[in-house]
């Protein structure tokens, strides 16, 4: 295969960084030349507000009754109170300025890092024989009803697909009707509903080869944003029955149970199972976090990822595949869901010093992020409860937690949004690098970053 050429700005890449660091030394300059002695005064006021405010959203999330409300009014005035000394002080235009130097600095960083993304596209692979006999599972009752406002029944039975509707009245073994369409002799299955039904039918699809189509009609969709579907119209992901192109895509797999996106153990879980989160999911994660941060709740866990232990994390998250840098929740997006890896992710917070640390991301001290390809979970308790793609079960401990690589034949529309590229981390050394002109191993590899499409393999 020949050499892929650099990205088309890379040239600029030396210039930008340059940019970067000029910006950088201007928001600084601003400060100390109109500010004086006076940005002594600035940089203690801007910090003392800093600390008082996460402090201040720390106790608004652990603790209750009067505590809680005052500590988010406190939350709430330290800004304002920070602004009004500025502007007393005539010193507010600066703060201003520093910061719009600060943004743009990282702006601009973050362009010249462009090409260090490396290969951030999965391979497309060529549908050589439409489906003959497309079964979907179609969830009337999923996010907010858009199986009917889409009309996506009737479409899909007019491309020649047969469509089962979880309409009740009781509860529908989804599994069991997959099963049952495959043995009947349908050759893709497809799914129109919430995260934790694509789970379930695209395992039974992953254990027969068959093709699997996603439709955008659940309530987030975090897995067809990850395959760059069109979440806003859930009719447009039937293209795939006409013209699509296949992703092979791995699988989540929590005991004999797969997953698209993740399994939670911990406060996430503790708070999703609970009866009261379905219809007030504000009020109860409010209502429960405090016990949950001070450790009078909950499940005591540990996990061995591949060998490595990680002891009491108040939560833990597996990931199929990690997510993005930054993201510490799981609610961000996954560039590739190709890796063969489980993304493991760790949080365990005391204080508002730790939980200050997590803005820092996947570099915080109270947090832990890492990749494996096994990970057990142990508790102290005969059965723990898990959310699985946003669904609350239990099971009995120890939960093994693995990766199927590249299990699940994915159709999905030629025509689609697409990811967008992912944001390279701001790494100043590096910035430092690329402005005294040096290019580095990382220009080389990333391949990625110029393409307009996916390659296609033959």
């Not at 939560?315 to 990690?322: F, S």
Request: hydrophobic residues 50%.
């Amino acid at each position: 295969m020949p050499k892929e050429a650099a990205p088309p700005g890379s040239r600029w890449a030396p210039w930008l960084a340059r940019l970067s660091l000029v910006l950088v030394a201007c928001a600084i300059a601003v400060v100390g030349v109109e500010a004086g002695l006076r940005s002594f005064g600035m940089l203690a006021v801007g910090l003392a507000a800093a600390v008082v405010s996460l402090e201040a959203i720390y106790l608004f999330l652990s603790r209750r009754g009067v505590v809680r409300w005052v500590s988010f009014a406190v939350f709430v005035a330290a800004p304002v109170a920070v602004i009004v000394v500025y502007a007393l002080h005539s010193l507010l235009w600066v703060a201003l300025a520093a910061a719009a130097g600060w943004l743009l600095a990282a702006f601009t960083g973050r362009q010249a890092l462009a090409g260090d993304i490396g290969d951030w596209r999965m391979p497309e692979y060529p549908v050589r024989r439409p489906a003959q006999r497309p079964f979907f599972i179609m969830n009337p009752k999923s996010g907010g009803g858009k199986v009917v406002k889409f009309d996506l029944k009737r479409q899909a039975e007019e491309l020649g697909a047969k469509v089962f509707l979880l309409e009740g009245p009781g509860p529908v073994d989804v599994a069991a009707v997959a099963r049952a369409a495959v043995a009947d002799g349908a050759d893709l299955l497809g799914v129109a509903g919430g995260d934790g039904t694509q789970a379930l039918v695209a395992g039974i699809a992953a254990e027969h080869h068959l093709p699997f189509v996603v439709i955008t009609a659940g309530t987030r969709n975090h897995f067809a944003l990850d395959l760059g579907l069109d979440r806003e119209d859930p009719a447009a992901c039937l293209s795939a029955l006409r013209d699509a192109v296949e992703l092979r895509v791995d699988l989540g797999l929590i005991g004999d149970r797969t997953f698209v996106n993740n399994a939670s153990f911990g406060a996430y879980a503790e708070i999703v199972e609970d009866p009261a989160y379905r219809d007030d999911k504000l009020g109860t994660t409010l209502q429960l976090l405090p016990d949950l941060l001070q450790g009078h709740r909950g499940t005591r866990l540990t996990a061995v990822a591949d060998g490595m232990e990680i002891s009491g994390p108040q939560a833990l998250l597996i990931g199929n595949n990690p997510y993005g840098t930054g993201d510490i929740a799981g609610l961000g997006r996954r560039i590739r869901l190709d890796r063969g890896e489980l993304g493991v992710v760790a949080v365990t917070v005391a204080n508002a010093r730790e939980a200050a640390g997590l803005i820092n991301g996947k570099r915080a001290a109270g947090l832990r992020a890492l990749t494996a390809r096994d990970v057990f979970v142990n508790a102290d308790r005969e059965q723990v409860p898990v959310g699985i793609d946003g669904e609350a079960v239990y099971l009995p401990v120890p939960v093994r937690c693995a990766i199927r690589h590249r299990a699940l034949r994915v159709w999905v529309p030629r025509d689609r949004p697409g990811i967008p590229a992912p944001k390279p981390e701001l790494n100043w050394s590096r910035l430092w690098q690329l402005a005294a002109g040096g290019r580095g191993s990382r220009d080389a590899g990333a391949s990625g970053a110029g393409h307009p499409r996916p390659q296609v393999l033959r």
